[in-house]
């Protein structure tokens, strides 16, 4: 579909809309193979491309007019690609393999961190039972004990007409509330009553003093911007200068030879078995890079900081064929341990702001160095809410930041025909989670070229990134009538700026129970079950979304999930 066919400005400055429908699948096609072409570093070859296979409903499964799902699935198409490049360098040659990706198994996988059972019993019925918390360990530490707290993440209006901000509590509320004139302590006993409580604060506030507010504090937050305004900022310019799948050789860094892949465990031939990878991440993003090379193959320890506040819920889904150990950088036997791990690593992996490694000796600049002394190349790979340079390349954001500042809430609010502006979150953890696939493709990618070029790469993921690729004219978006029609056939109950993205994520859950709950059957094929796991018994994750056709080799993770800083710190080695 050209650029021509679309109308732009129905959802608002900077927005172009499909003038007709196009079922997702073959959309998706499209799509893979536009990102493919701009990709640098990505084969061009038809054989190879070729053996990808979209299947699934011709119908968006999603909320909104956002071509979510099919951007995702072609990433994950991608990743299938490469895979199948290090299975031929690593002996494994089938001219007819097939890559598979169902776009219908995407959308779920963008709710992933939902989508599961324990022992028979699906995860948000977990939650509604409060017997998560018998589960888990307890890593909140308190973070949504009120119901000022939880709405203290939300989008709200401003004193300006029409414009509307993204407030993040970033698992800390006091501090944003108190900075928006609210008494974390006042007796407010439901959601409701705090929705409209913090909205009648914001509203004596103008977006600008509020984002200036945050700045000066180092708080989370973003105006909830246009499309167009987002391109035409200069972070927006700043981004738009990096390919989407960032992938950037280290060129300067001590030269180091191409590096084989290790020789198969008769056991395991997933494309990186052997491959080494220490990942310090939170929440989402950075963790789901981490599962993604993990269902790959990777033999991943995950680090915790236990000072750190994470969401438990998590710990069910996103460490996956992981093993976790609690870390704390602030002590010297503990940095220790993690600097002793890192020199073995192929690949590392972080979720926190750029300049927080470095004052911890795991910067760029220091692994190259670790590299460049032990004669192997490494692949370091960042991911965080605005790009790798640019004036707010060191800003704290999460996916509600991003989904505000780049325009994808404010696209959103538009397709749900809201009055006043407002904005809404898209309804699930898109940003996050397909964030996750391009840093794991990014890392695939660079374990290639390391494998036949030497050296050692550095790959960036950006939330914003995401949502910016997704609003491009050559994507698309839904017309309207396509959107109200997924609303029709889904019942989607009421999504509204205020809303905390779990209780969207709960939303969407209750419409696919409603139209595809068939495929969300526990025992239905959709599912990778352990008898066994460290929450109490059974535990069903949904499978990873590529499929190859050879068997051994398809994504798979070989453990289950386990609690975060489940294993000991002095006696967890690689394998």
Request: glycine share 8%.
């Amino acid at each position: 579909m050209s650029q021509e066919s679309r109308i732009s400005g129905i959802y608002g400055p900077g927005t172009y809309t499909d003038r007709t429908f196009v079922p997702v699948p073959e959309d998706t096609e499209r799509i893979f193979r536009l990102l493919a072409s701009e990709t640098p570093g990505f084969t061009n070859d038809e054989k190879r491309l070729s053996k990808v296979k979209f299947t699934g409903e011709e119908f968006p499964v999603i909320p909104g007019p956002i071509k979510a799902i099919s951007v995702a699935a072609a990433l994950h198409a991608m990743a299938g690609v490469v895979a199948d490049e290090i299975l031929e360098i690593r002996g494994i040659t089938d001219e007819n393999r097939e890559i598979t990706v169902n776009t219908t198994h995407t959308g779920f996988w963008l709710g992933c961190v939902a989508v599961g059972y324990v022992e028979g019993k699906d995860i948000l019925t977990l939650i509604e039972q409060k017997e998560l918390t018998s589960r888990v360990p307890d890593w909140q530490k308190g973070w949504v004990d009120s119901p000022l707290k939880y709405r203290a993440t939300g989008i709200y209006p401003t004193a300006t007409p029409d414009v509307w901000y993204s407030v993040h509590g970033s698992m800390n509320a006091i501090e944003t509330l108190e900075t928006i004139g609210i008494d974390p302590n006042e007796p407010i006993t439901s959601i409701d009553e705090a929705a409209e409580h913090i909205a009648e604060h914001t509203r004596k506030l103008t977006p600008e003093y509020m984002e200036m507010t945050n700045l000066l504090k180092g708080l989370c937050g973003s105006i909830c911007f246009t499309p167009e305004q987002w391109n035409q900022s200069q972070m927006g310019k700043s981004l738009a200068s990096h390919p989407f799948v960032n992938v950037k050789e280290q060129k300067h860094a001590i030269p180091t030879p191409p590096i084989a892949f290790p020789p198969f465990n008769p056991d395991d031939k997933r494309p990186l078995a052997g491959i080494k990878v220490v990942e310090i991440t939170r929440v989402i993003a950075g963790p789901q890079i981490g599962m993604t090379l993990a269902s790959y193959g990777a033999d991943i320890i995950r680090i915790g900081a236990p000072h750190l506040t994470d969401l438990n819920l998590l710990q069910l889904t996103l460490n996956a064929g992981k093993r976790t150990i609690p870390i704390d950088l602030r002590k010297p036997q503990d940095a220790a341990i993690l600097r002793s791990l890192v020199a073995e690593a192929d690949v590392f992996v972080q979720g926190f702001r750029l300049n927080k490694m470095p004052k911890h000796g795991l910067g760029l600049a220091d692994l190259l160095r670790v590299a460049g002394e032990r004669g192997r190349g490494i692949v370091y790979v960042s991911e965080n809410c605005y790009g790798p340079d640019g004036y707010y390349a060191e800003r704290p954001g999460w996916q509600q930041v991003a989904d505000a500042a780049a325009g994808s809430a404010y696209v959103t609010g538009r397709a749900l025909d809201l009055p006043h502006g407002e904005a809404v979150l898209p309804s699930l953890p898109i940003s996050d989670m397909t964030t996750g696939v391009v840093g794991a493709l990014g890392a695939l990618m660079a374990l290639r070229d390391r494998a036949t070029r030497g050296g050692s790469y550095y790959v960036h993921a950006a939330l914003t990134a995401v949502d910016t690729y997704a609003l491009r004219p050559e994507i698309g978006l839904y017309p309207r009538e396509t959107v109200r029609e997924c609303a029709e056939r889904f019942q989607w109950a009421e999504m509204r700026g205020a809303h905390h993205v779990l209780d969207l994520l709960e939303t969407v859950w209750r419409g696919w129970k409603r139209v595809l709950g068939t495929y969300l059957e526990e025992d239905g094929g959709w599912f990778q079950s352990f008898d066994d796991s460290a929450f109490g018994g059974r535990l069903s994750l949904l499978k990873p979304v590529v499929k190859l056709s050879d068997e051994e080799s398809t994504p798979h993770w070989k453990t289950p999930s386990v609690p975060y800083g489940h294993a000991s710190v002095e006696s967890t080695k690689f394998h």
